[in-house]
């Protein structure tokens, strides 16, 4: 690269918007205007003014108090805060070889400026003087909880070790940024260049909804005319629920499960053996057995054995279901005439005749009404009933793809409660998945911060003039990453640092999964399930056979999920050097649970995002299982009270979850909202693995 973070001249700096007040409503990024050559300059004045303010908390001749050190280090890093927000939405959501390229060298300056930072022991000694005397400062619970928080994190990150450990710990935390960062960058790489061009006689079994997505995807790529299969999950897993043409089932199934593994240079598999050596190493240094019993200390699980023995009670009637649904799935073809044995790539297939057959339900039936606006309105009327916040969509935000849109939140009285950017559509410049991130994070530090709250999806778009149609599955995320976008939308507290989604990583995903439940309720979806030709609602026939089908298929979706959880748990609890072939690692841990042949793992190593485009759920994958513990047991509170609105019941669940973000005790803020700890059952009575498990 021509241009490094040292060479910015002073003039570059003045013009830059990035560096500039953003005359924009309500201060919003002014995404027009910036350019990536914008960012290296940005960053390093982030980075130094950043530095200059730790440089003076930590050298304050005065003694150390809660005001001079803990709320010092929260005002801390506002630039910083401001210009990666911006670029790291960019990186994921649109994306361009430029910003790609900026992206490897800001990855390993991001390290190499919180290092020193986080391993600062005189910082630290501040902060454990603090620490040791916190019941004798007079603290509110928020503040005892941003003390001990502080502490732990910085003691976590290596702050107590000798000079040499340090700088080792220091060296293993940048080559992990940069590998993070390659390991993302090559996933992205194999999702770009593949694609299946669908000609006439390939579409058989497509839905015409399918068909105009497939074209909207060609169109995407410079493609118009054409009809495209991508690597985008969206566009994959339709497409083998429904093709008839198993050849080509079986090109994109194997296409999307190499991502990562096809011995180019997108290749994950190098990465994964270095990530996960450097990892057990770090944990070695901070006295950690392993890296799961590190990660794992500092969560609700808190060790690997708790949470193994989550997953194993799961596994067990999760693999007796799919094992029983194979038989019926390979029955089913040789009812047909079929000569094979069922593969992975005909189980959503042969699985989606079955529910049609048992269940009289198919996705096809219910996707006309499930149209992108209408489960977008009913997200939003859900969050105005349970939480009294509206939503009022403003054209003149900035954003950064014209897909993007934004509404503006307001409160019950009708005063400004901030932003939510909803970005839906697949694109190539976007990573896959679907995920809730922002701009700005709500706190009160020093005035009303308002919340700048994004959700990004990878929806297909409709074509021909037909709007957007969601499978269930869709419908189901958007809710999913809306109740994420609520936790960050409702959050109410004075620190920067426990603001919104900023709790343990098996607590994360409580408010999310439990906002799923409205999606699937009868009220809701007789209200904004309405066809998008006929504006009709959703017949109440087909409500049932939808309602009595979602529990179809559960073993399946168990044991592709749970697969994944326990392989990430073995990758970081065996030694390194078990896995340094990845392949026969995988091989032999899913050869010892008795994984079924015919189920592929929802994330197979080398294109495990999760766990290896950087380090927030490495040894947590579990958590969403660990959350929806939770989830099925919380949504029982409405059932119990006898309505999924109950205003007392949505009460408790705005101040005691959404609203109080990291400020207390996860099992304290549970407990407070349920009344009692989560009941365990919950989860196997809601995948319907209950009676199987009680069978065993």
Request: proline share 5%.
């Amino acid at each position: 690269m021509s241009e490094t973070l040292e060479e910015t001249a002073p003039s570059e700096a003045q013009a830059n918007p990035l560096l500039q007040p953003w005359q924009t409503p309500f201060e919003t990024p002014p995404f027009a205007e910036i350019a990536p050559e914008h960012f290296l300059p940005a960053f390093e004045q982030a980075f130094a003014d950043h530095a200059a303010e730790v440089a003076a908390i930590t050298h304050d001749p005065a003694t150390p108090d809660f005001a001079n050190t803990i709320t010092a280090l929260e005002r801390s890093g506002k630039l910083l805060s401001k210009v990666a927000a911006v670029f790291y939405d960019l990186v994921s959501a649109h994306s361009n070889p430029a910003i790609l390229e900026i992206d490897k060298e800001v990855s390993l300056r991001m390290a190499r400026h919180w290092n020193p930072i986080m391993m600062n022991a005189v910082l630290f000694g501040r902060i454990a003087m603090l620490h040791e005397n916190r019941k004798n400062l007079g603290l509110t619970g928020e503040e005892m909880r941003l003390l001990e928080r502080t502490y732990t994190r910085f003691h976590r990150s290596g702050a107590g070790l000798d000079e040499a450990a340090k700088t080792r710990k220091a060296e293993i935390n940048e080559r992990l940024a940069h590998l993070g960062t390659a390991f993302s960058h090559h996933l992205l790489g194999d999702e770009q260049e593949w694609f299946l061009e669908l000609g006439e006689d390939d579409r058989a079994g497509l839905s015409d909804s399918f068909v105009a997505a497939a074209k909207a995807a060609a169109d995407e790529r410079g493609m118009a005319g054409k009809a495209i299969v991508t690597l985008s999950r969206s566009s994959v897993e339709p497409f083998l629920k429904s093709s008839v043409r198993r050849d080509l089932r079986e090109k994109v199934y194997r296409a999307f499960t190499a991502r990562g593994d096809n011995r180019n240079a997108n290749d994950n598999n190098e990465t994964i053996v270095e990530i996960l050596a450097l990892r057990e190493e770090s944990a070695k240094i901070l006295g950690f057995p392993t890296y799961a019993a590190y990660r794992l200390e500092d969560s609700m699980a808190k060790t690997p054995d708790a949470v193994r023995g989550l997953l194993e009670r799961v596994w067990k009637p999760a693999r007796e279901r799919a094992l029983a649904d194979r038989d019926e799935l390979q029955a089913l073809i040789a009812e047909e005439g079929g000569n094979f044995a069922l593969a992975p790539w005909d189980w959503r297939y042969y699985a989606e005749k079955l529910r049609q057959r048992k269940a009289n339900f198919d996705d096809a039936a219910i996707k006309p009404y499930l149209v992108l606006d209408h489960m977008i309105e009913a997200a939003f009327d859900c969050a105005t009933r349970l939480f009294g916040i509206t939503f009022a969509e403003r054209r003149d935000i900035p954003v950064w793809h014209p897909d993007v849109r934004v509404w503006e939140i307001k409160n019950p009285d009708g005063s400004h409660k901030g932003l939510f950017y909803g970005d839906y559509f697949a694109r190539p410049s976007k990573r896959s998945g679907a995920w809730m991130t922002s701009l700005r994070d709500q706190q009160k530090l020093d005035g009303a911060i308002a919340p700048l709250i994004i959700n990004v999806c990878n929806f297909a778009k409709g074509a021909d003039g037909q709007p957007p149609l969601l499978s269930p599955d869709d419908a189901r995320t958007l809710f999913h990453e809306f109740g994420h976008a609520l936790h960050g939308i409702l959050s109410d507290v004075t620190y920067p640092s426990l603001s919104g989604t900023s709790v343990f990583t098996d607590f994360v995903e409580l408010p999310s999964q439990l906002y799923e439940h409205w999606q699937e309720q009868p009220q809701v979806l007789r209200q904004f399930a309405r066809h998008y030709q006929t504006g009709e609602p959703l017949p109440d026939d087909l409500l049932q056979r939808f309602l009595a089908a979602r529990k179809f298929n559960q073993g399946f979706a168990t044991v592709e999920f749970v697969s994944s959880a326990l392989l990430d748990l073995e990758f970081h609890t065996q030694p390194a050097d078990a896995s340094r072939d990845v392949a026969a690692f995988e091989k032999a841990e899913l050869e010892k649970i008795g994984m079924p042949a015919e189920i592929a793992m929802r994330h197979r190593p080398t294109q495990f995002g999760h766990i290896f485009s950087g380090d927030h759920y490495a040894s947590g994958y579990y958590s969403y299982m660990w959350s929806e513990v939770m989830d099925a047991d919380a949504f029982g509170a409405f059932e119990e009270a006898g309505d999924i609105f109950d205003p007392a019941t949505a009460k408790r669940l705005h101040d005691d979850i959404y609203s109080s973000g990291g400020s207390r005790d996860p099992e304290e803020a549970y407990v407070a909202f349920r009344g009692r700890d989560p009941e365990p059952d919950a989860l196997l009575r809601r995948r319907g693995l209950l009676e199987t498990s009680e069978a065993a």
